[in-house]
């Protein structure tokens, strides 16, 4: 049967479904019962166990035999690796059924670039409800490396990768990897490892270890050859790697990305950033880093290699290894999970959220505003030129009486690209590791002087933070009134509202399981729900300016709560009267809790380093937080002369001292 004939059959629901599941994989061994569950609400599906080399061959020939039109696995990079090999072997292409990719290893880089980042239960809960209401599938489509040498059988995988990243894998294979820990925090303890490993090499000069770079000569399909030694190179048909590592810049419109990093490179750790962040076309060759796509090339080197986790010898330092684009096979992403494949991830996102919600935060966004922020956007525009997208006004001269002359405003600064926003480099690599970079404005405007503090994001980060990060720093602001000051064009308009959407559910999702399970107004919901994103900053607000807020925006937040309801199915009930019951009970309240624990965690640390990094973007950043704190509490902070000229050193002191005092939670 062709691959046509099995697409078809998915839309009308006739399909035969297939699973693989390694009951190895990290993330299956941790969750067992859950994806059991979840593959047992399936009708019809067969599930088939494997977990080495030789049982998923028999299980994969076992499935091929009953004629199955998709085949979810259930397992990660290594599993599937080998799923791969062993279908091009058996099959065309245009013969395989369509395969589902679920997060259920250790590592997870395939499926994780497909668009599948929930956990194995919940994409299993996806596919169910898109198989119970067929329709057109939301497919996505990759070619696969095939890696050939003389002596050996072709290899089929994802990435590829040689030195310093083929060491990482290798050390992950030693006992570390009995931890038992998974996904992004085992790719963490591997990359720190590893940069550590090569500090010291730098550090004593060892050029011999466990950590040496990598003698190679590469070819690439047009002839151009690279010969040398190198820190690692990297050869791969995913868009992003673990972590959101994205390093590739290459321009041609070939189906494989390839980057080198010379062992002579220079400024590495100017360099990291970009590198990483996929923002690697600031780079140069000549300093040592180099990136292209390409259909195919050679590798003439004796050393490991790395394929999907798996670690492989160059059989004969004579023969090279040839590295090509298999023909793209189709992958099946379930449609609240395909939000990568779309051109626009924010449009596909708000397609989700209810229409009056959408309605309410555009409603609000364009309320009248004082003419005196005109000038103040008007400077704003000239500074950003043709990389702005929007500004928003946010903050204490929105929700209180203070006037522009005696008050500083708030604005978020919406950027399409923070490599095109600033002409210093150093500032797009504070923005893209930290978001966001915080700066000071002042406007000259008929006798008076305007001021503003305003923090740049990018729409990307912008987005992701109001629906996707577990700290509420985007998404605690902006599920409050804002104003729209500046919008580029209709489509930038669209993604903020959705962002400004996203932001009041994830607000009431993270904060209302907290509350104990009674009946409570609007008020008192926002109140406590606006307490605990303050504790989760190092914030000198009290309980009082949260009361304030929620009284002075009570209209605002009412309509907001009632219209975000059909996103809180099972959190919140409305009630008559107009309050809401929360549907808690301890067991998700105490889950709750430990998550804001966290948030109080990770928020300490984050604030410290953004204030950190305000001191080399916020003139006058000491006198603003000293103004800012006593403004809050009434304590007042001595600016000394230590202070001015150690401000990093001296404000956490000083913040420690606030916390020991309680004025900061």
Not at 124 to 138: I, V
Not at 322 to 328: E, K, L, V
Not at 400 to 419: C, N, P
Not at 656 to 664: E, F, K, S
Request: proline share 5%; aromatic share 8%; hydrophobic share 45%.
């Amino acid at each position: 049967m062709t691959l046509q004939a099995r697409i078809d059959r998915l839309k009308t629901g006739a399909a035969r479904i297939g699973c693989l599941l390694n009951p190895m994989g990290g993330q299956v061994r941790k969750r067992n019962l859950a994806i059991r569950q979840a593959l047992d609400a399936i009708p019809g599906i067969i599930v088939c166990e494997a977990a080495d080399a030789i049982t998923f061959k028999t299980a994969i020939d076992q499935l091929i035999r009953a004629d199955i039109d998709l085949l979810v696995i259930v397992a990660g990079d290594g599993t599937t690796h080998a799923i791969l090999g062993h279908l091009f072997k058996l099959l065309a292409p245009e013969e395989w059924p369509v395969l589902m990719i679920i997060p259920g290893g250790t590592t997870n880089m395939t499926p994780l670039d497909l668009g599948v980042h929930d956990k194995p239960e919940k994409a299993l809960h996806r596919l169910r409800n898109y198989l119970s209401k067929p329709s057109l599938p939301k497919l996505v489509q990759r070619p696969v490396l095939r890696i050939e040498q003389t002596g050996m059988n072709p290899i089929y995988g994802m990435f590829f990768a040689v030195g310093l990243v083929a060491r990482a894998v290798k050390f992950s294979r030693s006992p570390v990897k009995k931890l038992g820990i998974t996904g992004s925090i085992f790719t963490l303890v591997i990359t720190l490892r590893s940069i550590i490993g090569m500090v010291t090499d730098l550090i004593i000069g060892r050029q011999q270890s466990e950590w040496a770079p990598v003698n190679m000569t590469m070819t690439e399909a047009n002839g151009r050859i690279h010969q040398g030694t190198y820190l690692f190179a990297l050869v791969s048909a995913l868009d992003c790697l673990l972590l959101n590592i994205r390093p590739y810049w290459g321009k041609e419109s070939e189906p494989l990305h390839v980057t080198l990093v010379d062992q002579q490179r220079k400024r590495l750790w100017r360099s990291l950033w970009p590198l990483l962040s996929g923002g690697g076309q600031v780079l140069q060759e000549k300093d040592g880093y180099y990136s292209h796509n390409t259909h195919s090339l050679t590798l003439h080197m004796d050393d490991e290699y790395i394929v999907d986790g798996e670690l492989y010898r160059s059989v004969n330092p004579h023969k090279p290894l040839r590295i090509s684009a298999t023909d793209p096979v189709t992958f099946l992403v379930p449609e609240d999970t395909a939000i990568t494949m779309t051109n626009n991830p924010i449009t596909a996102s708000a397609a989700q959220l209810p229409v009056r919600l959408i309605n309410e935060v555009a409603w609000e966004s364009n309320k009248a505003v004082s003419p005196d922020l005109v000038p103040l956007v008007d400077a704003l525009v000239m500074r950003f030129g043709a990389s702005l997208d929007a500004v928003i006004l946010y903050g204490s001269c929105l929700h209180s009486a203070i006037s522009l002359d005696e008050g500083i405003v708030d604005l978020y600064v919406i950027v399409d690209s923070y490599y095109k926003a600033y002409p210093e480099r150093y500032l797009a690599n504070l923005n893209s590791w930290l978001a966001p970079n915080v700066f000071y404005l002042e406007v000259a405007h008929q006798g008076r002087t305007l001021r503003a503090k305003y923090a740049v994001i990018s729409t990307s980060d912008f987005a992701r933070g109001a629906q996707f990060w577990f700290h509420p720093y985007i998404w605690a602001r902006f599920a409050q009134p804002s104003r729209l000051l500046y919008c580029r064009d209709d489509s930038v308009r669209e993604r903020i509202y959705a962002a400004l959407a996203h932001s009041v559910v994830t607000f009431l999702k993270s904060g209302v399981p907290t509350l104990e399970a009674n009946i409570l107004d609007v008020e008192e919901i926002w109140t406590r729900c606006l307490m605990l994103t303050y504790a989760a900053e190092l914030r000198a607000e009290r309980e009082t300016r949260a009361r304030h807020l929620a009284q002075a925006n009570l209209s605002a937040f009412t309509r907001l709560t009632e219209v975000a309801a059909p996103m809180l199915t099972g959190i919140l009930e409305k009630q008559e009267n107009g309050k809401y019951r929360c549907l808690t009970n301890p067991k998700t309240q105490r889950q709750a809790l430990w998550r804001w624990r966290f948030r109080r965690w990770q928020g300490r640390i984050l604030s410290i380093l953004r204030l950190s990094k305000a001191t080399l973007t916020f003139n006058n950043s000491v006198e603003y937080a000293a103004w800012k704190i006593e403004r809050h509490t009434g304590v007042r902070v001595e600016i000394t002369p230590m202070l001015r000229r150690h401000p990093i050193l001296w404000g956490l002191k000083v913040a420690w001292r606030l916390l020991w005092r309680g004025v900061l939670r």
